[in-house]
Each structure stands twice: as C-alpha cells, then as structure tokens.
C-alpha cells in the first residue's frame, strides 16, 4: 500500500507544476500570479536587423512593430548555426551545435529527445506544433547531405541555381506562401476552438517557411530554392529607394571561405545593381509576408481576450544574405546570416525597451521553462531571458552580470569548406575556422565596420590571440572539426555502398549535376582521394 502511495504522489509530482525555486543559475523563475499562455512563432530566414533602425526602415512591418512598443526586442541575438536543422536542434534542446552534434541538414536531434515542450507539458501545459519544425534527423535532401559531406574534397562545384526574382501576375495576391497561410490558420483556428476553452494554460508553437528562397525547379534537376518570389501586394510595403546595394570585394580579394561559398552558391557571374536590388526587394516583401502571418496570430489572441494573458515570442531559425558579400542563403557567419529577430511580449514583460546584450537561440529553452516555473537543468547551454526582459526584476546591472558576455554560433555544413566557429561579444566578432591553422580567422569591429567589410585579424593580434583563447576555452574547436571530417567520411561511405553500381550516375545527378557533368573522372578520382586521407579527432 505504502509502495502504491509513493508511486500516485510521483506521478501527481510530474504531472503538476514543479514549485517556483529562487538563485537558480540559468534562470528566474519569478511567479506570475497565474501562469501565462504562452505563443512561439519561428520564421526561417528572417534578417534580425530588419526589425531596429535603419534596417526597420526598409520595409513596413507592422505587427513586429506592435510587438517592439508591447514589449522587449533583443538587439542582439544570434543564431547558433546559420542553416535550418542545426539551428532549430540548439533550440529546441538548449544545447550549442557541438554538443548536439547536428553537423548539417540531414543531422539533428533523436526524434524521442526531450525537448522544452515536452517538459512543459509534463508540467501540466497543454501543447500544440503547427507547420515547420525541422529539428530532428533524417530530412532535406540526398543533394544537400552529400554536399555536406564531400565538402572537404578538392573540387569546386555550383550546387545552387543562379538567384533570381519571380513576381505573380496577379497585383492582389495577398497569400502567396500558401502552406503557411494554412498552418497560420490552423494555429488560429485551434486558438478559437481549442485554446480558448482550456483551464490550464497553453504552449503553442508556428513555425514558417517564409521568407525563406522557393525552389528553383527551372536550374534543372535536383534543383535548389534560389527564387525570391513574390507579389505586387507585397512589392508596396518596400520602399525601394531604401533598399542599400552592398559592397562586395573583389573575387581575388576574398576570403578564401567566402569564395568557395559564393561560387557554390553559383553567385560569382556578373549581376548588375538592378538585379541586386531586385532580389533584395522581393525577400524584404516575403518578410512583409511573413510579418502578416505573425499579425494573424496576435489578432487572434487580441480578439478571443487572450492576448493579456499570452507570452508571444517572434524569432527565426537565422537570417539571409539576400545578395551581401556575393551570396545569398545563409551558412555564414556575416549579420545578414547570423543575426536573428528576437521579441518578447505579454504580461510582466517589460514594453518598449531595447537590449543589446548579445543572446542566442540556445536561450529559448531556459526562457520557456522559466515562464512556467519548471526549474532548469543545470547542463544547458542557454540562459533565461526573462532577467532581461521581466518587470519582476528591479537589479538590471546585477542580473545582466548573470549571463557570458558573448555567443558562440557554428557551422558545419554544406556550401562552406570547413567548420566554422564565431564568438560574438559586445564590440567584436570572432570567427574561426577548421583546425584554427589551415585557414585564417576573420575579426569585424561591428562598432566601426557594421558592413563587416575589414578583416582587421592581423592588425590587432593581441585581440585575435585573446578571443581565440576565450573561443577554445568555450569549445576545442579544433578536435570538433576533426570529428565532423571523420563523421562526413563515414557518412559518404555508407551513402555510397547503399547506392551500389548505381553510385555515378546518381552523383552526377545531384545538384552540381551541371558541372560535374563536364568531368564526372576528375570529380570522382577527387573523391577517391579525399577517402584514403586519414583524419583522426584524437590528434586534437
């Protein structure tokens, strides 16, 4: 009977709302007199600096807006690996890249991974996904897994097709992105019929496509998402004369990383400054798009009376170059990649206050078990928002001493030819490649050079020796790179015996099928000889 009782008051102690604890190290856990509702939206590939000045005055988006005056903006928040699944990996798990071990696209977490929401609804939450969430293994792709894994090879390919523009005829199209139009009214509806009824409070998750590059079916077979589609609708909330041309250096003057980044993103032809400021104009219309979805969400909340007791986060998986430093997509380290949207609003958050310590996305997990009051691990990689953020805490200087005073972001797949590792502080960013040897670092003052247009690494290298040190302390960058070397390895390696005699023409056939195409010998002897190089992590 005794064995019965302790095992009905277990169960009743998972299931209920953990107590509220003071001091922890990650987070606040400050009640709220009843415990908010609370909305996440993730966009993928939003450019945060769109949503302050002078970025916000590019583009009207007006429910971010909304957002900035309700509530608090985070000036500064990063990705913590600029691609889709890695990003959405550190999330959803609170942990950096390397410890996750989501090297690309096709590796993320075990779909069984306890995630934040899984927590919260242990803890007495009710919880609903709709549309894209991409944190788990298995997905994009066979062109972008064996892109990620023969990026150490020695051949340059064009794995993308050329960027361009397509704009619908129709000049009232309103729903252009119309899967997310549909998970957008998915999520609303189930806040009409389901949300609105519950007695205890909700987690709600959206996730969006947009805005995000459409594919390019037109670049051939297995092509990539290149076109940057929208309608006049959309083309209006873009005051084009606004729209800023960026300074690229010339192709012989690149780093080397950049180079390889561009010509395989098929962007080192010639593209006049119309073209430029087209592509940017329409990505910044899929980002009105997608401010509107956002909007739908807030209407809702507004118009059922939830919205006063609903915690509404807007962030992106990472950015888009959208054409800046020769590329577009994301898998760099540069603002337009790196840095992501990040706003808080509801009951108890601050409104109309601006951060600029640097966060990242590693910061959701911690924020979102803090705002129900559910203690936090101690081995996650994040820390709670809600110090920066909460009325409920009056000792702003001591609670921002609580936090690092730097980021760390990675990158490991495709599209770039080796691991890549930023350490972003309040003046600087850091970046770091491969074995921290072979390749040489990069270093922005982002006070004088917003741009990120001057490597300033070998003029200043007490401070690049200094933040090297600060980054190994972090993570051994060095040893991590060997592993995904010999995880890439190994990968190709079972991809290639699972695909038999079949093996040429499918390489042929991927992406870069344009190229290699030309000398499919020469690609696969390259290939060849990459495999009988030894790499072995434990060096490191």
Not at 74 to 101: D, K, Q, V
Request: net charge positive; charged share 20%; aromatic share 12%.
């Amino acid at each position: 009977m005794l064995l019965l009782w302790v095992s009905v008051v277990a169960a009743l102690a998972l299931a209920a709302p953990a107590p509220r604890t003071n001091g922890q190290r990650r987070g606040a856990a400050q009640a709220w007199p009843d415990a908010p509702n609370v909305v996440l939206v993730v966009s993928d590939s939003f450019d945060g600096r769109l949503t302050f000045y002078p970025g916000s005055q590019v583009v009207k988006l007006p429910f971010i807006n909304f957002m900035k005056a309700r509530g608090t903006s985070f000036l500064n928040a990063y990705t913590n690996s600029p691609i889709c699944c890695p990003s959405r990996a550190a999330m959803w798990s609170g942990l950096f890249t390397h410890l996750t071990e989501s090297w690309n696209n096709f590796k993320g977490l075990d779909p069984n991974y306890t995630t934040w929401m899984d927590i919260m609804e242990k803890h007495g939450y009710r919880t609903q996904k709709f549309g894209k969430v991409d944190y788990t293994s298995g997905h994009h792709s066979i062109s972008n897994r064996v892109e990620a894994w023969t990026r150490d090879v020695a051949f340059l390919l064009r794995q993308e097709g050329r960027p361009v523009v397509n704009l619908m005829p129709k000049r009232t199209k309103i729903r252009v992105m119309e899967e997310d139009w549909e998970n957008t009214d998915r999520a609303v509806n189930w806040l009409r019929k389901e949300g609105i009824n519950y007695s205890q409070p909700f987690v709600l998750y959206v996730g969006l496509n947009l805005p995000h590059p459409y594919p390019s079916p037109s670049s051939g077979e297995n092509f990539g998402s290149s076109t940057f589609h929208t309608s006049p609708y959309w083309l209006k909330k873009v005051s084009y004369d606004a729209i800023k041309v960026p300074k690229w250096s010339p192709l012989s003057e690149m780093h080397p990383i950049d180079y390889y980044s561009s010509y395989t993103k098929n962007c080192t032809g010639k593209f006049t400054e119309k073209e430029i400021k087209n592509i940017r104009a329409f990505y910044y219309a899929m980002c009105a798009e997608t401010d509107a979805m956002l909007g739908e969400i807030i209407l809702a909340l507004r118009q059922l009376d939830l919205l006063q007791k609903t915690i509404v986060i807007y962030t992106s998986d990472h950015g888009e170059l959208a054409m800046e430093h020769r590329q577009f997509y994301k898998m760099s380290m540069y603002e337009a990649s790196a840095h992501v949207p990040l706003l808080i609003m509801g009951p108890g958050i601050k409104a109309n206050v601006q951060v600029s310590n640097v966060v990242s996305l590693v910061d959701i997990y911690p924020t979102m078990l803090d705002i129900a009051g559910i203690p936090l691990p101690q081995n996650l990689s994040g820390y709670s928002l809600l110090p920066l953020a909460s009325e409920m805490f009056k000792n702003e200087h001591k609670l921002k001493n609580l936090r690092p005073a730097w980021i760390l972001s990675e990158f490991h797949g495709c599209n770039v030819n080796a691991s890549t590792y930023m350490l972003r502080t309040n003046q600087w960013k850091y970046i770091a490649y491969s074995d921290g040897a072979s390749v040489l670092p990069q270093l922005f003052d982002l006070s004088s050079d917003p741009d990120e247009l001057t490597n300033i690494a070998t003029k200043f290298p007490e401070i690049t020796c200094s933040l090297d040190q600060k980054l190994r302390s972090i993570i051994n960058y060095p040893k991590v790179s060997a592993s995904v070397h010999q995880y890439n390895k190994e990968q190709f390696i079972k991809w290639k015996q699972s695909v038999g005699q079949n093996y040429s023409t499918v390489i042929a056939n991927l992406r870069w099928h344009q190229d290699w195409l030309k000398e499919p010998r020469k690609y696969e002897s390259a290939i060849d000889q990459w495999l009988k190089t030894r790499t072995n992590a434990n060096e490191f």
